[in-house]
């Protein structure tokens, strides 16, 4: 069965820093592509961040210098570490996985930035 947990969202003031982390299990984060979305209240979920397999990285352009997707395989987790955060970052944070053309999903994690 997979699993994505997230963690590491809270409140942070405008400029601040927040890492969130997705831990998988049931899958091989190393051999999936992985992704960060977001979804603020009343809007679609867009694309963040997203990691493939390959190592191939690419962000949306709203965080393009500020946001930064990694992976750790010894703990089966992808990272997003997010700096001069914005009061328009604000939002509930997914996870993703794509493991042979399905896609799974966390629960998400509430990120608030205030100023």
């Known amino acids: 069965q997979v699993q994505l947990v997230e963690s590491g969202g809270g409140l942070v003031q405008v400029g601040g820093s927040l890492r969130l982390s997705c831990r998988g299990s049931?899958?091989?984060?190393?051999?999936?592509?992985m992704g960060w979305f977001r979804q603020a209240p009343g809007k679609q979920r867009d694309l963040v961040a997203r990691i493939t397999s390959g190592g191939i990285i690419d962000y949306a352009d709203s965080v393009k210098g500020r946001f930064t997707i990694s992976r750790d395989s010894a703990a089966n987790t992808v990272y997003l570490q997010m700096t001069d955060l914005k009061p328009e970052d604000t939002s509930v944070y997914y996870c993703?996985?794509?493991?042979?053309?399905?896609?799974?999903w966390g629960q998400g994690t509430q990120v608030t930035v205030s100023s």
């Open positions: 993703s996985a794509n493991v042979r053309n399905y896609d799974y």
């Open positions: 049931g899958i091989i984060v190393r051999f999936s592509h």
